[in-house]
């Protein structure tokens, strides 16, 4: 394979990679790193990647294996919590500070979730991948992600609500 090849297969989902990566690692940096790594696997791979069913898939379990490693590292401890991932340009400034308050709030909630519920709602909510390609991806049932879905918006949903119900806490 080609590096035209590779790039016209791995382009189109390289941001969803970053998007996982920032969601398990929190720093912007550590998801770029991440990225950047999960990308040099996959060429290193370029010769047996043809045979791989689904190299989206490949690609997202790679990165979700690479991500969990890098946080039980001794390195995991000097991730920072930085999110500037929200913009919108055709709304008040008094609505986009509000806006960008609830998405921090829901970040910080998910951060919290258990880790397979965080990457069910990730992968569900945020990616919008089908339950068999989470099943795939995670190696878990649909009722078991069903479950951990339903757990997960329900923790944030009442935490949010608690903290809208009763101000900062």
Known sequence: MNQADFLNIVMPFKDKLYRLAKRLLVSTEEAEDATQEILLKLWSKNKVMESYNNVEA??????????????????????????????DGNSSLQSQVEAKDSINWVERIMEELPEQQKMVLQLRDVEEYDFDEIGALLDMKPTAIRVALSRARKTVREKLMQKHSYGIG
């Open 58 to 87: 490949f690609a997202m379990t790679m990165t979700k294996n690479f991500c969990l490693d890098r946080l039980k590292s001794k390195q995991a401890s000097n991730l920072t919590l930085v999110h500037s991932n929200y913009s």
